[in-house]
C-alpha cells in the first residue's frame, strides 16, 4: 500500500507543479502582405521551419438557384442551391508561393425550376487538390492534382457521379457516368 501513496503523491505533485506554467507559441507570425503573391492582411501565417504556411480557407458560403451550365439535360436548365465549405492552406519559401492545398465540401439541391419550387435531387461533392507552383511566387505556373468525389447524386448511385483523380497533365483515373441513360433518369426524379 505505501508504494501506492507514494505513487499518488509523486502524480499530485506532478499536475501542482504545472499550474503554474504559461502555455506559449512557437510560431512567428509573418506579415502576409509581405509575400509573393500577398495575402490579404486578415490571413495568420507563422513560420514554420524553411517554410512560411498560411491558412486561407473561408468561410462557408451558400448559393440560391444558379443556373449549371456544367452539363445538358434533355429536360431542361438544371439549377442548384447549397453550401460550399473550403479549407486551404499556402506554403512559401523565401516568401514565394510554392504550394497549395484545399479541400472542398458542396452539398445542395438540384432543381428544373429557376426559383426552386419543384421537385429536388440532393447533389455533393467533397473533393481536394494540391497545387505546385513551377515558378515560386507565380500563380499562372501552377500544376494541380484533384482528387476526391467531384460529383455524386445519392438518389442515382454511380449512374451520375464523378470520382478519382485527374492528374496535371488533364488525365483522370476513377470513375465517371454521366451517360444518356443517367441524365434521363435524373430527368425521372426531378420532373413531376
Known amino acids: ?3 501506492r501513496r507514494i505513487f499518488l503523491v509523486a502524480a499530485v505533485l506532478a499536475i501542482a507543479s504545472l499550474a503554474g506554467a504559461s502555455v506559449t507559441s512557437a510560431h512567428t507570425f509573418v506579415d502576409p502582405t509581405t509575400l509573393t503573391p500577398p495575402l490579404k ?5 507563422y513560420q514554420d521551419g ?5 491558412d486561407t480557407s473561408t468561410p462557408t458560403t451558400s448559393f440560391t438557384n444558379q443556373a449549371n451550365t456544367d452539363f445538358d439535360l ?3 436548365t438544371i439549377y442548384e442551391s447549397g453550401t460550399v465549405t473550403t479549407h486551404a492552406t499556402r506554403w512559401y519559401k523565401n516568401l514565394l508561393l510554392v504550394e497549395r492545398n ?3 465540401q458542396i452539398v445542395g439541391t438540384w432543381s428544373l425550376s429557376p426559383v426552386g419550387s419543384s421537385r429536388t435531387v440532393a447533389f455533393a461533392a467533397d473533393d481536394n487538390w494540391h497545387e505546385t507552383f513551377l515558378v515560386p511566387g ?3 505556373s501552377d500544376s494541380i492534382v ?3 468525389s467531384s460529383l455524386r447524386v445519392p438518389a442515382l448511385g454511380a449512374e451520375f457521379h464523378d470520382s478519382g483523380i485527374t492528374m496535371a497533365d ?4 476513377g470513375h465517371t457516368s454521366f451517360t444518356d441513360a443517367a441524365k434521363a433518369q435524373l430527368c425521372a426524379l426531378l420532373t413531376p
Open 74 to 76: 434533355p429536360c431542361g
Open 102 to 104: 484545399a479541400q472542398e
Open 138 to 140: 507565380d500563380l499562372s
Open 170 to 173: 488533364g488525365t483522370h483515373h
Open 41 to 45: 492582411a486578415f490571413r495568420i501565417c
Open 50 to 54: 524553411p517554410w512560411v504556411k498560411c
Open 146 to 148: 484533384l482528387h476526391g
Open 1 to 3: 500500500m505505501k508504494p
